[in-house]
């Protein structure tokens, strides 16, 4: 069986749903073929923050894009996905990591970016449940949160919903171009379409180095755990200068916090977080809030992930194969970002352009690769 399509669409994270749910809307026939279930992998797994603070400066103009489209979830797909605007608190430990805090405001503010430096006193009083060891931080009150679970699946829905054909469980076996047409085999069928969107997150990889662009992308799997209820009282989105421990606190009362990494096997897939990486990050944890000593870890779980060499995707097309646009190796913080990522890829299908420089973001950037080791 032939199923003919104007796009084909590998993954089927929040990314490559989002682009299917931005096609179908503009009445494209697309078909997205997912491996497992949408969402199974990094855009399902990750620590649910919505952040633009601290970000690469060439990721900035579409974390902006992305969190306006945030804050119209509902009227796009009928659910906010548990998002809310609690702010993003990043803390500094020491004066260098302050220095750096301070240095990023000058970025942010050539993005329009809203940030608020918080002394070391002010910061206290505010926060009064952090350690005494934070001697300041940046607030990003437009930042914030919400729920991975929900967002890959409600715009796989909205998608379907507007013409989008969604595949599950359909893991690609083959992928040819003729000069003029896209061929994949999945699930023992047979798809075919003018272009092809390469969403496949660290699987992205394969898919580029199949038309002739291999790139060294590497499995990140970040570890992650979740407490048992506590009283609510961490309400914005925490993370620190360095990256090594992140914080968040849902109005349940459970507390999920991540730093680290697990282990992956991307070949069958499966991944799984470590004990002695988990214990680093709840000792990391109890060093911001001091009050979580006691407090019962009820899960860990981790997935994967993408990550490129230094830290930002690939976004962008093909430089070997008309009709061929990428968009995976998001590094770890590929969530805040990926409702602005089908929105962009649409346009650059449709439209020959889009709004967000992407220059950085060029496959070819990291040089010839050996195509057998990236």
Known sequence: MTTQADVLIVGGGGAGCSAALHLALRKVRCVLLERGLVGGQASGVNYGGVRQQGRHPAELPIARRAREIWGRLPALIGTNCEFEATGHLKLARNATEEADLVAYMEVAKAHDLPLRMIGRNAIHEAYSWLGPTIVAGSLAPD???ANPRLLAPALARAARAAGAVIRENSAVAGLAHDGAQFTVQAAGETFRAPALLN????????????FGEPVPVSPLSPNMLVTEPLPYVIEPNLGVVGGNVYL????????????????????????????????TGMNLALELVPHL???????????IDGEMPDHIPVIGPSR???????????????????????????????????????????IDRFGPQDPLHG
């Open 143 to 145: 930042d914030g949160v």
């Open 199 to 210: 969403v496949a997150g660290y699987w992205g990889g394969e898919v580029a180095a199949a």
């Open 248 to 279: 968040r606190q849902i109005r349940r009362g459970n507390v999920i916090f991540g730093g680290g990494r697990g282990e992956s096997d991307p070949g069958r897939p499966a991944a799984r977080p470590l004990p002695h990486v988990s214990l």
């Open 293 to 303: 000593a006691g407090a019962q870890v009820i899960r860990s779980w981790t997935g």
């Open 320 to 362: 070997t194969t008309p009709g061929l646009l990428h968009a995976f190796g998001f590094s770890g913080h590929g969530f805040q970002l990926a409702p602005a990522i089908g929105a962009i890829l649409s346009e650059i299908l449709l439209d020959g352009r889009t709004d967000v420089p992407l220059e950085p973001f060029r």
